[in-house]
């Protein structure tokens, strides 16, 4: 690879510099100059394309390099720099004109090429287009081309305006009146007879539209009365040849316009102030009223607040500048000087509702309170809601809101779009629903690849979608408040019955219907998944696996339900009928036909299944693959004598079995009970089995045969017992410790939990000599570290009272010992823990005030301030314990291991309360590896992320998983989960407390959780 590498290099420059210029004359010396190619060698056709019309200076000095870079093998077009910073590297007198009194809108924004070609133009100055096309495609050509236009529009708009920046209004070239004058003599007799003979030398435009008109003279389309009829001198005089005014101007108004005292409603300050030149024009204007700008620029000018900022929704009036369609623009009996109420002008365009077929049962439609709902103007958000749509209905459904907080959620719901299921300002149907429930007619509206033959359940047929469903939210899996399982049972109750049979269908007792059914139906029978056995193959892998390495039952094969019973049944192993018989369905055969089959020995009738896998096995025969070591070998005759049975004796002293097996591993202080009393057979099959020790069942399973009271559900389960690895802790035969383990209770224990095994210099009596069991229960207990009781009920036996007291030389209520002591073992006689709590080295009045024997929590705060502001964040730590004290939920309040003062470590600590957690992953086969280490992800007293995240997911697992979300799946801020409209996180598709799906996947990553948001 090496090599190749250093070929292929001086090949690229070779390369790359054919398509760079010469950098100048070649060296002296013998050394040959390189050939000049310039942009043209690769170009030709931009030659004859640039070279017509008007050509800017470098294209037609061949100075491509003066705007672009080269480019190299790979084309592209590049600029030394982006407009306007290339242009004005030669144009820098037009850089100059920034800050100027007006400015062209494309100049301002930098966008040269708007008006100007980059190469050449027919046109002069580079225009892309002739002079009055150009500027008429931005400005609309209407108000230029009225029934009389200015002569000198036909010389272009370049006549009167400058092109970039200007220092007159609207870019004049020069004072409007000097303008004017080059062409119109105010001095000329027709001009003064005009103007009624007053001496008219500026303000032109005040009266004349200077590019065209429907009025002869030019006069605009609204025109003050008093200048129409000439009656100039109601208002002006003349004096010392200027034009004057009779009174200030705006007192002149009212001698015609009489002020409206406003006394019962609003009036718009700038008319309760006589303000009238504010807004109108004094002799014409383009605008109705007589206004003196535009309507919105006119009342923007004042009303800066109003002034749109990325607005999602624009009222068409706000967005069309026509603000007086809703208010008035001097008095109106209403705020905001609106013309009416709602109802009177929000509802003659917005006709949609009242008077029509659709009611508007909305309550703020039906009352008119439109903007209860909608901003008047603008939002940034759609149809001009006060804020999202989910918020603003949620902010008066609050019972509706508190569904946000449930597990799963409707889609719109969700994603806060009310509006796709209801009508917003109502509707005939119940809860204003656009479409009825009925047949299922509103929901097939968005899933209406539901509607299919396949889908054969009743209630799915009748469209009884609620049912089955919540609108909104479900504490469970389909937006229910149900279990699947209990929502199918509320119908099914024969089915229901067979949860009381011998055996149950493990999907079944869990109520998890859909692992087999499909909830809206199938074709197969009885709404299956999938067809028997495929079905059922998804669960029993190792079956499937069998049939691959060996040969499978036909009966199997041929579907499950020829032997098995879906849900319960009352014999073992969900058979519908007891083994015997269910093989005598196909293989009819009389005794002395079976007994030729097995060497002259006649089977038990039930007994089929203890050799023959019902499934599959290894041959013709379908043996299991575990056989007993005669029995592989044919050797009958060791075991049997002929004819049936076993031909010797099975008690303990005489068992055939020794005959093989050594007696020693059978004899011990404590025999198991099976091994005195029964024969092997009650535990091992005794030609062939599927387990290891030719068991029948798994280990676990065979124990629970006979320890029916060992399957217990306490709070805390010992790990062992919990996982089903009884065989872990006890001897299977006989022992000569008690409860057959296989050593004393301390070594079995330390076997596991070898961070106990310490020395302390004052051990605890029972700890030290191996008395486990004085305080643990072994397999599980409702009680912290499975004690037989609490710390203090469980010491007061051994410790009296009284002995206690004496030794405290405070006023004491005997509790929580464990607060202050090891229950192992210390360095001291006390035994007490390591880290002292330093107000407790101080002296108990410190914490305990007047003797008291509980501590608010507010004591410990007084010192913890941090904590205390921990507490006042958004999720909050802080519990109430029995005692009144939150800290000592977590901490002891004395002395502890470390210098937390934990009560225990932190997987202990943290399940004192959250057992559900540990419960609901025990067992689970892919787990975080440090799921018991809960602050490297929690923070311990308060965050503002939920569950106390130390961050929101992605920023948590980020800490240790830097490139996950940067090549992988999409997260973040910009990404949000389609299920609940919030921030796609790690934790959306992770369950970092652990489940059996690999890297803690909370679905299937083959599909199951992909079309969780990838379904349509």
């Not at 005959?659 to 535990?683: I, L």
Request: aromatic share 4%.
């Amino acid at each position: 690879m090496t090599r190749q590498f250093l070929v292929m290099v001086p090949m690229l420059l070779v390369f790359l510099s054919a398509c760079m210029p010469s950098s100048g004359p070649g060296r002296q010396g013998g050394t040959r100059q390189q050939p000049k190619q310039g942009c043209l060698d690769c170009h030709p056709e931009m030659e004859a394309k640039f070279k017509g019309g008007n050509v800017h200076r470098p294209v037609a000095e061949g100075n491509c390099m003066a705007c672009h870079l080269p480019h190299g093998l790979i084309g592209g077009i590049q600029l030394r720099s982006k407009a306007p910073t290339l242009c004005l590297t030669c144009h820098q007198s037009q850089g100059k004109q920034s800050g100027k009194v007006s400015t062209h809108k494309p100049f301002a924004d930098g966008k040269c090429s708007v008006c100007h070609a980059s190469h050449n133009s027919p046109n002069q100055r580079l225009l892309s287009k002739p002079e009055q096309d150009l500027c008429f495609s931005c400005h609309d050509r209407t108000p230029f081309s009225r029934t009389y236009v200015h002569a000198a529009l036909a010389e272009g708009c370049s006549l009167c305006h400058v092109s970039h920046a200007g220092d007159q209004p609207t870019l004049l070239i020069q004072k409007e009146e000097t303008l004017c004058r080059q062409c119109h003599d105010p001095a000329s007799p027709e001009i003064v007879t005009k103007h009624r003979g007053l001496p008219v030398v500026r303000g032109c435009s005040g009266c004349h539209n200077p590019h065209s008109s429907d009025t002869p003279g030019l006069l605009k389309s609204t025109m003050h009365q008093p200048v129409i009829s000439g009656q100039c001198q109601q208002c002006h005089g003349a004096a010392a040849g200027a034009i004057t005014v009779k009174k200030e101007a705006n007192t002149l108004c009212l001698n015609c316009h009489k002020k409206s005292s406003g006394a019962t409603g609003q009036v718009h300050q700038p008319y309760r102030d006589g303000k009238c030149l504010g807004c109108h024009a004094a002799h014409g204007s383009e605008f109705a009223s007589m206004l003196a700008k535009p309507a919105a620029q006119l009342c923007l000018s004042c009303h800066v607040d109003m002034v749109k900022v990325k607005a999602v929704s624009e009222h068409a009036p706000s967005k069309e500048g026509n603000c007086l369609a809703c208010h008035s623009g001097h008095t109106s009996e209403r705020k905001a000087l609106v013309k009416g109420g709602e109802d009177m002008i929000c509802l003659p365009c917005h006709t949609k509702g009242k008077g029509s077929a659709q009611a508007m049962t909305h309550a703020p439609a039906r009352q008119g309170k439109c903007l209860f709902c909608h901003k008047p103007h603008s939002s940034g958000s759609r149809r001009l809601l006060r804020s999202n749509e989910g918020s603003l209905c949620l902010s008066c459904h609050k019972e509706t809101a508190r569904q946000k907080a449930k597990i799963s959620l409707h889609r719109p719901f969700a994603d806060g779009q009310c509006s796709q299921c209801h009508a917003p300002h109502g509707g005939p149907g119940k809860a204003m629903l656009k479409e009825s429930l009925e047949r299922g007619k509103l929901c097939l509206s968005c899933h209406p690849s539901a509607k299919s033959d396949t889908n054969r359940h009743q209630p799915f047929v009748q469209g009884k979608c609620q049912h089955c469903h919540n609108a909104h939210a479900g504490d469970h899996q389909g937006m229910s408040d149900k279990e699947v399982g209990q929502i199918c049972l509320d119908c099914h109750q024969q089915t229901k019955t067979k949860l009381k049979e011998k055996s149950v269908h493990q999907p079944f007792a869990e109520l998890a219907c859909t692992a087999c059914h499909a909830p809206h139906g199938s074709i197969v029978a009885n709404n299956l998944i999938k067809p028997d056995p495929t079905l059922c193959l998804g669960c029993h892998e190792g079956i499937a696996k069998a049939w691959q390495k060996g040969k499978p039952h036909q009966a199997a094969v041929d579907g499950c339900a020829n032997c098995h019973v879906g849900h319960g049944s009352v014999g073992s192993s969900l058979l519908r009928k007891a083994v015997g018989a269910l093989c005598q369905e196909c293989h009819e055969m009389n005794p002395v036909e079976l007994a030729a089959k097995h060497k002259g020995i006649l089977p038990g009738g039930d007994s089929c299944h203890r050799c023959h896998n019902p499934h599959g096995g290894s041959g013709e025969k379908l043996l299991y693959t575990i056989n007993h070591s005669p029995f592989a070998k044919g050797q009958c005759q060791t075991c049997h004598a002929g004819g049936t049975g076993i031909s010797k004796p099975v008690g303990l002293k005489d068992n055939i079995c020794f005959t093989c097996h050594e007696r020693k591993s059978f004899q011990g202080r404590v025999v198991h009970q099976p091994v005195k009393e029964k024969p092997c057979s009650a535990c091992h099959n005794l030609h062939a089995a599927p387990y290891d020790r030719l068991l029948p069942v798994s280990a676990s399973k065979l124990c629970l045969r006979c320890h029916v009271s060992g399957k217990q559900e306490k709070r805390f389960m010992h790990q062992p017992y919990s996982d089903g690895r009884c065989l872990g802790c006890h001897a299977p035969h006989a022992s000569d410790a008690v409860d057959l383990l296989p050593t004393n209770l301390a070594a079995a224990c330390f076997s596991c939990h070898k961070e106990q095994v310490k020395t302390y210099s004052v051990p605890h009596s029972p700890f030290k000599k191996g008395q486990c069991g004085a305080c643990h229960f072994a397999h599980g207990s409702d009680n912290l570290q499975l004690l037989k009781d609490n710390n203090e009920r469980l010491c007061l036996p051994c410790h009296t009272a009284e002995s206690v007291r004496g030794r405290h030389s405070f006023s004491i209520k005997i509790k929580g010992c464990l607060t202050c002591h090891d229950p192992h073992g210390g360095d001291s006689k006390a035994m007490m823990r390591k880290v002292l709590h330093a107000p407790y080295k101080q002296g108990c009045d410190t914490c305990h005030q007047g003797g008291a024997s509980s501590v608010p929590t507010k004591v410990c705060l007084s010192c913890h301030e941090q904590v205390k502001k921990d507490y006042l964040l958004i999720h909050s730590h802080l519990t109430d314990d029995a005692s009144g004290n939150g800290c000592v939920s977590c901490h002891s309040p004395h002395a502890g291991n470390d210098r937390m003062l934990l009560a225990g470590t932190q997987g202990v600590v943290c399940l004192r309360c959250h057992q559900d957690t540990a419960v609901r992953h025990s067992g689970k086969s892919s787990r975080h590896q440090k799921s018991n280490e809960c602050v490297s992800c929690h923070t311990a007293h308060g965050g503002d992320a939920p569950a106390m995240l130390r961050g929101d997911g992605n920023a948590v697992c980020s800490g240790c998983h830097e490139s996950q979300g940067k090549f992988s799946h999409p997260v973040g801020p910009k990404v949000l989960d389609p299920r609940n409209g919030q921030m796609m996180t790690c934790i959306s598709c992770h369950d970092p407390k652990g489940t059996d799906f690999p890297y803690q996947l909370k679905m299937s990553g083959e599909k199951e959780l992909c079309v969780q948001c990838h379904n349509y």
